[in-house]
């Protein structure tokens, strides 16, 4: 036992120092590198970690630890397997979304800030090459509140829904609902409740109003697509509701 013990501990050490190695895009370990995970800024070169395919946090830097909103185009939610429509299943296009996040990870990306947030606090970046490269293999959709829209991505969004890449590989729904929102929430109440629909023909967003008060896990559909609904308390840590819990099940 003893000898299986310091076994252990030296192989943890091995990979915690080849994880360390790798952690640089220009350190080859083993033949391979590491996807860069960083973002040019500014004109400096920022490591960054993902949370989805449109967000991330700076981990160094002047804005390290500064949480980012990525603009021009939405990926799906990634917390558990909420959206559905066509011929795909919740899981399916959960994992379409997981393999977004990866995509973004493969490359460094140059993005852009004018000094904007949104109510979260999050910066909200533009980095043209990302969202091109994202709308391009269906991992994420044009997403515009208002007129105008950039016309060249919507072209880019045609092409990859008439090759059937990414999300759009098993149908195109009329509209993508993209945000449930439930009377009940804080903030919530006659004309202040709605939820969010892209039209993935135009890129445009459209907002439901309503005065549902949705349940725990509901689904909620809009022109052909459907969603699951799991207020902000719920998605994450202990409280996680049990339809966006994924563990065991792929």
């Not at 490359?107 to 990302?130: F, I, P, Q, S, T």
Request: with cysteine.
């Amino acid at each position: 036992m003893r000898f299986v013990s310091i076994g252990r501990f030296a192989f943890v050490a091995f990979v915690t120092l080849v994880g360390a190695r790798a952690a640089s895009a220009s350190d080859p370990v083993g033949g391979f590198r590491m996807p860069p995970s960083a973002v040019i800024i500014e004109g400096e070169r920022v490591a960054v970690a993902w949370n989805d395919g449109d967000s991330f946090g700076f981990m160094e830097g002047k804005y390290v630890r500064q949480r980012v909103r990525l603009m021009g185009f939405n990926a799906l939610e990634s917390y558990g397997p909420l959206h559905a429509w066509g011929k795909w299943t919740p899981m399916e296009l959960y994992k379409v979304t997981k393999a977004a996040t990866r995509f973004a990870r493969t490359r460094v990306w140059n993005c852009a800030w004018e000094g904007k947030k949104d109510h979260y606090g999050r910066m909200l970046v533009y980095c043209r090459d990302l969202v091109e490269a994202m709308v391009s293999e269906g991992y994420g959709h044009v997403y515009a509140l208002e007129p105008p829209v950039d016309e060249g991505l919507v072209g880019l969004q045609h092409e990859a829904m008439a090759a059937r890449r990414g999300m759009w590989a098993k149908g195109v729904p009329e509209g993508l609902v993209t945000s449930l929102h439930s009377v009940s929430e804080a903030g919530g109440g006659k004309g202040k409740t709605y939820d969010r629909v892209i039209s993935p023909k135009t890129g445009l967003s459209k907002a439901y109003q309503h005065e549902n008060a949705y349940g725990l896990c509901q689904k909620v559909c809009h022109e052909g697509s459907c969603m699951i609904y799991v207020p902000f308390e719920k998605r994450y840590g202990l409280e996680r509701a049990d339809c966006v819990r994924t563990k065991g099940l792929w």
